[in-house]
């Protein structure tokens, strides 16, 4: 196994990305810069106008249909052929602004939590780089 910090940014991203999906039962995962990019993505996309709707979504977030916003976490449903709940939030790593997409079926527990230690997990492989 190769030392963690041998390994190249991408794939620290997206094993950590995973990593979260995986614990928290999230359809998926999208790291963005803060016009909707993807930098890293983890698991599936389940439909192909998921993966063009969540940047806009992202760029016109104030504009977007909220169901809700808890602390500045914005929670916007996407009915295609089946529901899906999209968690969008900024954050901020290593100074610079990001975007963190959750689809979900429903929000996780302890959500702030959740995307706090996230959020320190990415900046710490970011700062390793």
Do not use: W
């Amino acid at each position: 196994m190769e030392n963690t910090s041998e390994l190249k940014l991408d794939v620290r991203l997206q094993a950590i990305l995973e990593e979260t999906r995986q614990m928290y039962n999230l359809h998926s995962l999208l790291l963005a810069d803060q016009n909707g990019l993807p930098i890293s993505h983890a698991g599936k996309i389940a439909h192909a106008g998921m993966a063009a709707i969540a940047p806009e979504l992202i760029r016109v977030g104030d504009h977007a249909v909220r169901l809700g916003e808890y602390n500045s976490i914005t929670c916007v449903a996407l009915v295609l052929e089946d529901s899906h709940l999209m968690v969008i939030k900024d954050i901020e790593i290593n100074n610079s602004p990001f975007v963190l997409v959750m689809d979900t079926a429903t929000v996780p527990r302890g959500i702030r939590k959740v995307i706090k230690e996230l959020r320190d997990r990415l900046a710490f492989a970011m700062h390793m780089e």
